[in-house]
C-alpha cells in the first residue's frame, strides 16, 4: 500500500482517540472520504445541503465576505452548526492545500453523534474552546 | 475496412489527445471528441470492444433498467431518460441496448449490453488500436508521453477510460488465503461448499445471490451495516433481496453479520474468519471452506500516482476535478466509472450516479467538451430569446436526462449579459457555483434528504450565488402554472 489506510489515518486523530478500532472501521465504511484539491470551496456561504466535515489531512480556510477568519487542520472539524442549528453556512470554507476529510451528510450527524458519545464529547470540548476564544476576542 | 472495424487504426505518434480504454467510458468520450473535431486515438488492450461487461457482472445480469418502451420515442434525448444503459451517439447509434434486449427483464444481461457496446462502435464510426497496452506514462517538456507495447503516443492530453475492475487489496491478515471477486470461479464448484463473502456492498451480494442455489452455508460480512432503510430505493436491492430476505427471516445458513475482520486462517483442511462485531460486541469465528473478498476494485492507474495523481476513496480512485480531471495533475483526464473521483457539491450528501453507464456517459460528453475548449475549439452557444428562457427552463426541470440522472451534479446553464442570452449545454454544478464569471442561471434537478425531487435553480448574479429550490411535485409536472410564475418572480431582473 502506497498510503496508510484510511482507518489508520483517522485512528490518529484526536476526536476518535477513545474509539477502538472495530468503531473506526464502522465510521471508515460508513461515510466518505472526500478530496479537494487547492483552492476549491468545501461549504458555500448561503447553499442548504450542508456536512460535517473533520480534517483527515490538510488545511481549510474560512472566509467570511472574502476575508481569512480562521484556518482548520488534521483533527479539527468544520460545517457542524449549520447542521446543528440546522442553517445555511454564512461563510465560505476553501481547502488552502490539498484537503481530505471525511465527510458526514447533515442528515447522518445526530445519529452518528448518538452513537459514538465519546466523539461527541470530544466536539463539545472543541465547540467550548472556540466559544471562549470568541467571547475573550469580543471582550478585549 | 470490414464490419466498421478498422485493422489498425491511430498508430504511435503525436496526438492532441490519446483515450485509453474501449468500454463504454473510452467509447463515449471518443465519439464525443469526434463531434467537436479533436484529433483524438484510441487504444486498447482487449481485442474488442465491451470493456468491463466482456467479463462482468460475473452472474451475467446488470442492475440498470432499460425501458424499450417509452413515452418518448427511442432516439430522442427525452428517451435517454428510459434507457440508462445505451451510450449516446448521433443518428443511428441511440438507444442501442433496447434493441438487443429479449426483454425477459427490464435490466439487459451482460451479452446485451457487450453486444450494443459493439453495434455502437460500428454505428457511430468509433475507432480503436486494439491488443495495445499502457504500460508507462511520462512527461515529455507540455506533453505527456505515453508508452505502450506498440510504441510511444504523445499527447497534450490523456484520457484513462480504464474501469474500476482491479482488486482493492483490502489490509486484512491472511488475505492470500481469499479469492478476490474477479477471481471468483464457476458457481458449480462452490456447490455444497460453506462460503465466507467479505464485504456487503454491491459485489458481495452479487456473488452472495449467484451461489444461494450452490453453497450450503453463505456468510456475508463486512464493518458497516447495510442500510436497510435505503435499500429499497436503490438499483442494489435486486442483489440484496434474495440473500438478505433469507438472513432477517432467520433462514438456517445464511448469515449478514456486521463485524470487523481480524484475520483469515488456515484451520485444518479448511478456511477460518475471525471477526469482531462492530454494531453488537464481541468476536465470532466462521470454518469456510471458500472466503471470496469483495471488498471493491481499484482503477488501474500504473505509475500515474508518481506522476502526482492524488485517489480518494481509500486509494481506489483518482480525485477529480468537476470536468473529471485530476485535482493534481493537470492534463490528465478519466472517463467511465472512475469519474466517481468527481464530487459535485454534495448536497444533502448527495452523489451522482457516475458508477453506472446511465451517468458517466454524460460526464464523458461534459469532459470531452471541456477539451475541446481547451484545445480553443469553436463551440456552439445557441441563442435565446428573453421570452423563450422560462419555457426553455420549465422543459429541462422535466425531461432533460442529464440533469435526472446526474441529480445535484449537472445543470443547464444559461448566460446573460448586455440582455443576450445564450446556452451554454450541460455543465458540472459545482463549476458554475464556484468558478464565478458572468450572470447567469444554473438548472439541477436535486433530492432531498426525505427523497422528494425538487428543481432547483441557481442564479448567479455580480459572482454572488442565489439558490432557489423549488416545492416538489407529486409527478414532478414542474412546468405547470405555479413553477411558471415562480421562475418568473426568480427572473424578473435577469437578462
Redesign the interface.
Known sequence: ???P??VDKLSRLALFAELP???I??I???F??????EG??VL?T????G?LYVIVEGEAVIRIEGTERARFGPGEFFGEIGVLIDEVPNADVEAAT?L?CL??????VKPFLISFPAVMYRMLQTEARRLRVTTEWKTA | MEDGVEAAPFPPGDYDVVVVGSGPGGLQVSHSLSRRGVDHAVISQDDAPGGMFRRFPIFERLISWTRPDAPFERGTREYEWYDHNSLIGENGARALVPEFMDRTFDVPSRAEMEAALIAFTERAGVRVRYGVRWTGTRRDAERFVLETTDGEYRCRFAVFAVGVTEAW?A?IEGAELANHYVKTRSVASYQGKRVVIIGKRNSGFEIANGLLPWAKELVLV????VKIDVLPQSPLRLRYLQPYEEFVRGGAGTYVV???IVGVQRASGALRVVA????WPGRLEFEADDVILATGFRAPLLDL?ELGV??????RVP?L?PYFES??TPGLFFAGNVTQGS?G???????PNSTSVNGFRYNARVAADHIADRLGLERSRPELERSELVPFLLAEFCRAPELWIQK?FLARVVTVRDGDLRDEGIVPL?HF??AGGEDAVAAAI?M??EAEIHPTLYVRRSGR???H?LPPHPVHAFDGPEYRRELETILKSVG
Open positions: 500500500m502506497p498510503e489506510d484510511i478500532r472495530t468503531q472501521e464502522s471508515a465504511h460508513r466518505d472520504e472526500a478530496l479537494f484539491a476549491e470551496r458555500r448561503g447553499l442548504t445541503g456536512a490539498i481530505r465527510a458526514i451528510p447533515g442528515a447522518d | 487489496p489490509p463486512s464493518p458497516r451495516p456486521d463485524a470487523s469482531d462485531g462492530t454494531t500516482r492524488a485517489t480518494v476513496l481509500n486509494d480525485a476535478t485535482i493534481s464530487k457539491p454534495r448536497k444533502h450528501g448527495a452523489s445535484n459545482e457555483l464556484d436535486e432531498d434528504p450565488i442565489a439558490e429550490e
